[in-house]
């Protein structure tokens, strides 16, 4: 199993490739699998990132659920609809979808924080993981008690 560790703060190139840490890259070729899928997050103006074996058990896991669920169906058209399937180049680059950009505040050139979540990583706008990383540092008073009650 791949597990996406650490934050990385990069820039996108001009053609808005981004070039894969050299960890995840490491860990993406003993999986034997470089490709990913990109989709939209649903927990924030961010892409999320998935091997392609963990995007397919997410999609298993989605098509358990009853389609006439308007939660369902409101992740299909949201996330499911916007996943894209990317493969590294030969630098261990893969360009960003042009559909998926906009929802992460992204262009060419853009500054970024690749951000690990084990079985994911995010992908931000730099400032946008700022705002975010600042307000989670916050409120850990508030979600940290939480964190024993989960075993953690």
Do not use: N
């Not at 996108?12 to 490491?26: E, F, I, N, T």
């Not at 559909?99 to 924080?113: F, Q, T």
Request: charge should be negative.
């Amino acid at each position: 199993m791949v597990k996406f560790r650490g934050q990385f703060d990069l820039r996108v190139d001009d053609k808005c490739r981004l070039s894969v840490p050299a960890g995840y890259r490491q860990a993406l070729e003993l999986h034997g699998d470089q490709r990913l899928v990109l989709v939209k997050s649903t927990a924030g103006p961010c892409l999320q990132g998935f091997t392609v074996q963990d995007w397919e058990e997410q999609e298993d896991r989605i098509m358990a659920l009853p389609k006439s669920d308007p939660v369902v169906l409101k992740l299909l058209r949201f996330q499911v609809a916007s996943a894209q399937m990317v493969e590294p180049d030969g630098h261990g680059r893969f360009v960003l979808p042009p559909s998926l950009r906009p929802y992460a505040g992204i262009a060419p050139s853009s500054e970024v924080a690749l951000v690990g979540q084990i079985r994911r990583f995010e992908i931000w706008a730099r400032e946008r993981w700022q705002t975010e990383s600042e307000q989670c540092a916050e409120s850990l008073p508030e979600w940290s008690a939480e964190l024993a009650r989960l075993g953690l």
